[in-house]
């Protein structure tokens, strides 16, 4: 049973992400991401972490969501507009480009010979770091310390897309 609801959690998080892509207005592609990411959140929910997936519904399914939703409204997207991108071929060929730079990426990050599924720590282990540390100190400790300098950026890259946001409306007036 645990793996249909899984089939069906990952199909949903993938038919939303492809609807993000593909969708014909700003306003629907927003709901497929809700969509996506409130099954995420189902998929930590069965791999029981559970803040994890309230992390998920509360800052991206709800704040972040809102925030682009604020954009949106703000810039007035809902008017018909023109494609840039016509064809389907033009779609295939930017995600393989994206796929080919992130696994030249990737290649160059892992040692030699070792594959990205192995680099992760078992659940043992895991379990033994929850009960000496606790949950949030799992989380928190890699994220304030190895990947400070991504957390940081990402704050700064919202910060900034919310400014030009702000820029191209007042300019729009």
Do not use: C
């Amino acid at each position: 049973m645990d793996s249909l609801i899984y089939f069906v959690l990952a199909s949903v998080t993938v038919g939303g992400a492809l609807g993000v892509v593909f969708g014909r207005s700003p306003i629907a592609s927003l709901l497929f991401m809700i969509a996506s990411l409130g099954s995420t959140a189902g998929i930590y929910v069965m791999l029981e972490a559970h803040f994890l997936a309230a992390i998920q519904i509360i800052v991206y399914a709800g704040a972040i969501m809102v925030l682009f939703l604020f954009v949106i409204m703000l810039l007035n997207l809902g008017h018909d507009y023109k494609r840039d991108i016509r064809g389907g071929l033009a779609i295939l060929f930017a995600f393989g480009v994206t796929g080919g730079i992130g696994g030249l990426l990737a290649s160059r990050v892992m040692p030699e010979g070792t594959l990205l599924l192995n680099s992760y720590p078992t659940g043992v282990s895991i379990d033994t770091e929850i009960a000496e540390k606790g949950i949030i100190g799992v989380i928190a400790e890699p994220l304030f310390n190895e990947y400070i300098v991504a957390f940081e950026f990402t704050g700064v890259l919202l910060f900034v897309a919310i400014v030009g946001a702000l820029a191209l409306a007042k300019r729009s007036d």
